[in-house]
């Protein structure tokens, strides 16, 4: 089954609006001109962006709202290796960027919250 990327589209942008007027309630940061609203407000943006290019898209194809007919390709075997290896180069990346996930755990713990 394959659906309309306008309608995808549609549902990424409610939630992408969702978003945005959630994080208006993020508390600021004293001191700062920005506070802990502002990457997840970012992306948000970025997300509503990116569903309007779907819904224009969409729009353009005139397909069905939801047909049959071929989905998305699955891919040779070493597409999905390739795929594989590179989540994996990623996931080592972050972990140096960001840290052992046990020590993260270990100091948002030991960091009591109100």
Known sequence: MRVNDAVIGAVLLVLSLAVVWHVRSFPTIPGQTY?????????GCGLGVCSLLLIVKGLRERAPIVGTGRGVDAGSPAGHA???????ILAAAAVELLGQPQLIAQAWAAHPRK
């Open 35 to 43: 506070g802990a609203a502002l990457y997840p407000f970012l992306v």
């Open 82 to 88: 390739g795929m594989l290896a590179a989540a994996r």
